[in-house]
């Protein structure tokens, strides 16, 4: 069964830090881009960090640029998402996703994914 999980949500205060994975079983991601995504209640779902498969791009949406890192550990099967300097508008449910296809150059689109975990709560209080 193929399956992506997310873990490291949680309640921060603003200026704080989290850190999320993203692990995955029942194949392997090594060779797709891997990706991040929120959505806010009422919002659509947005675009928040991607890593090619070489490791060699990574891409930010503007909102979170300077404040987040995306890396990833293709021995581990496992995606992270590093969240410094926590805001209130950060509060999301974020979701990893993995690219529809392999070897490919890092794609932001939605639809470019095909699987994707349950998603994992973050709430940044003020």
């Known amino acids: 069964q193929e399956q992506l999980v997310e873990s490291g949500g949680g309640l921060v205060q603003a200026g704080g830090s989290l850190r999320l994975s993203c692990a995955a079983s029942?194949?392997?991601?090594?060779?797709?881009?891997m990706a991040w995504f929120r959505q806010a209640p009422g919002k659509v779902r947005e675009f928040v960090a991607a890593i090619s498969w070489n490791v060699v791009s990574t891409r930010y949406a503007d909102s979170v640029e300077g404040r987040f890192t995306i890396s990833r550990d293709n021995a581990k099967n496992t995606v992270y998402l590093q969240m410094n300097s926590l805001k209130p508008e950060d509060t999301a449910v974020y979701y990893c996703?993995?690219?529809?296809?392999?070897?490919?150059?890092?794609?932001?689109?939605?639809?470019?994914?095909?699987?994707w975990g349950q998603g994992t709560q973050v709430t940044v209080s003020s």
């Open positions: 996703a993995a690219a529809r296809s392999p070897w490919r150059p890092i794609v932001t689109t939605l639809n470019e994914y095909s699987f």
């Open positions: 029942g194949r392997t991601f090594s060779s797709n881009t």
